[in-house]
T-cell receptor, first 112, second 114 residues
Framework: QQQVKQSPQSLIVQKGGISIINCAYENTAFDYFPWYQQFPGKGPALLIAIRPDVSEKKEGRFTISFNKSAKQFSLHIMDSQPGDSATYFCAAGMDSSYKLIFGSGTRLLVRP | KAGVTQTPRYLIKTRGQQVTLSCSPISGHRSVSWYQQTPGQGLQFLFE???????NKGNFPGRFSGRQFSNSRSEMNVSTLELGDSALYLCASSPFSQTNTEAFFGQGTRLTVV
């Protein structure tokens, strides 16, 4: 029940295209859903986060869509760029704890 | 504002030894969490400290321990190292707030056990 399932494992997108990564969770007590971006040799960097009272949040080219009834959330990267090539992790947490449960990661490659 | 600083960046140890990793959180952040990252298991929560108290602990053996000092700096210790402990160990800091659970990660310490 503590798992967060992430798909796909890897994704190849052409420059200018839309990258979509999906995550699903079971525990309805989760109330915080962040996305992280990680480049090789670096720690994960917080990209964008959402809470269950909002169905969509947009920051620049990054958008989170959240479906509370389906217990799913997704990251959309619009106008994908080669510099977006990295591994993306979704996560889930609770306000009462600083523990995050991470998805397994998606390796994104954006071709020029 | 300086980010989360972890030292050392790289470490090679022999099976059976012990190791101590250090983490300095972002100035003003009082919560520090530790995660282990491996290709097979992904990112897994180790423990979290706030005001020198461990508030949460992940599903790791007792060989993994940590502590937090009064200045919020934290250390984690792994005793009796095993080959499977080879991983990237990540520290994250968060400002204490009931509505803010943002975690900011350092670059990690790459531990190799031989």
């Amino acid at each position: 029940q503590q798992q967060v399932k992430q798909s796909p494992q890897s994704l190849i997108v052409q420059k200018g295209g839309i990258s979509i990564i999906n995550c699903a969770y079971e525990n309805t007590a989760f109330d915080y859903f962040p996305w992280y971006q990680q480049f090789p040799g670096k720690g994960p960097a917080l990209l964008i986060a959402i809470r269950p009272d909002v169905s969509e949040k947009k920051e620049g080219r990054f958008t989170i869509s959240f479906n509370k009834s389906a217990k799913q959330f997704s990251l959309h990267i619009m106008d994908s760029q080669p510099g977006d090539s990295a591994t993306y992790f979704c996560a889930a947490g609770m306000d009462s704890s600083y523990k995050l449960i991470f998805g397994s990661g998606t390796r994104l490659l954006v071709r020029p | 504002k300086a980010g989360v600083t972890q030292t050392p960046r790289y470490l090679i140890k022999t099976r059976g030894q012990q190791v101590t990793l250090s983490c300095s959180p972002i100035s003003g952040h009082r919560s520090v969490s530790w995660y282990q990252q491996t290709p097979g298991q992904g990112l897994q929560f180790l423990f979290e400290y706030f005001s020198e108290t461990q508030r949460n602990k992940g599903n790791f053996p007792g060989r993994f321990s940590g502590r937090q000092f009064s200045n919020s700096r934290s250390e984690m210790n792994v005793s009796t190292l095993e080959l499977g402990d080879s991983a990237l160990y990540l520290c994250a800091s968060s400002p204490f707030s009931q509505t803010n659970t943002e975690a900011f990660f350092g670059q990690g310490t790459r531990l190799t056990v031989v």
